[in-house]
């Protein structure tokens, strides 16, 4: 499958996310297996996210368990998020439950933006709510980062969910081990990870 963009006299013109068509492979179980991103001219070109290529590797069950970024030159790039490729383990049902994240040569490497650690590991309840979240820098050891949804310090969050799915109560645990201070103007919101 692609998607292309035409100005109105009918050539490719590249769009504001930085590209003038983009392509989608599948595999034969239907999965996606890879995205390319080209200039008007057809040539490869860097996308809003800080690559030109993004492939997909699947286990026996279909599931993502690695995701490799690409340059215009068809080598490893760093994505705008500090990272070349992810690696994730997931649940039975599918769910991520660690993530790890790795640079150009393989070598482990610490995200940028809300992707500062190395690894995160995450627990979910039935509906899928992530119930508990650690993460953990390049010695393997507990980091401390921004929780998005709250704003505070964790190397450890646990949260409690109602029926609605609302994060009723949330308890932040610093590096070492702690319950870290409540931090002024925090609040609960549901949280998502993205490899």
Same mark, same amino acid.
């Given at each position: 499958?692609?998607?292309?963009?035409?100005?109105?006299?009918?050539?490719?013109?590249?769009?504001?996310?930085?590209?003038?068509?983009?392509?989608?492979?599948? %595999?034969? /179980? $239907?999965?996606?297996? &890879?995205? =390319?991103?080209?200039?008007?001219? *057809? #040539? @490869?070109? +860097?996308?809003?996210? !800080?690559?030109?290529?993004?492939?997909?590797?699947? %286990?026996? /069950? $279909?599931?993502?368990? &690695?995701? =490799?970024?690409?340059?215009?030159? *068809? #080598? @490893?790039? +760093?994505?705008?998020? !500090?990272?070349?490729?992810?690696?994730?383990?997931? %649940?039975?049902? $599918?769910?991520?439950? &660690?993530?790890?994240?790795?640079?150009?040569? *393989? #070598? @482990?490497?610490?995200?940028?933006?809300?992707?500062?650690?190395?690894?995160?590991?995450?627990?979910?309840?039935?509906?899928?709510?992530?119930?508990?979240?650690?993460?953990?820098?390049?010695?393997?050891?507990?980091?401390?980062?921004?929780?998005?949804?709250?704003?505070?310090?964790?190397?450890?969050?646990?949260?409690?969910?109602?029926?609605?799915?609302?994060?009723?109560?949330?308890?932040?645990?610093?590096?070492?081990?702690?319950?870290?201070?409540?931090?002024?103007?925090?609040?609960?919101?549901?949280?998502?990870?993205?490899?």
């Amino acid at each position: 499958m692609e998607e292309s963009y035409f100005g109105t006299d009918g050539k490719p013109v590249k769009q504001k996310n930085g590209y003038a068509k983009v392509t989608h492979r599948y %595999d034969p /179980q $239907g999965g996606l297996a &890879e995205d =390319a991103y080209f200039g008007p001219g *057809g #040539e @490869p070109v +860097l996308n809003e996210q !800080g690559y030109s290529r993004k492939v997909y590797v699947k %286990d026996g /069950q $279909g599931f993502d368990i &690695e995701t =490799a970024y690409f340059g215009t030159d *068809g #080598e @490893p790039i +760093l994505n705008n998020r !500090g990272f070349a490729r992810a690696k994730a383990v997931h %649940d039975d049902l $599918g769910r991520d439950i &660690e993530i790890s994240y790795f640079g150009t040569h *393989g #070598e @482990p490497v610490i995200g940028k933006n809300n992707y500062r650690f190395h690894r995160v590991t995450q627990k979910r309840d039935a509906r899928g709510n992530i119930v508990e979240y650690a993460t953990f820098g390049l010695d393997g050891k507990p980091i401390e980062v921004v929780d998005s949804a709250s704003g505070r310090h964790c190397a450890r969050l646990v949260k409690r969910f109602d029926v609605d799915n609302k994060a009723v109560e949330s308890q932040c645990f610093d590096a070492s081990g702690q319950p870290a201070p409540e931090e002024k103007g925090a609040g609960l919101q549901r949280s998502t990870s993205d490899p």
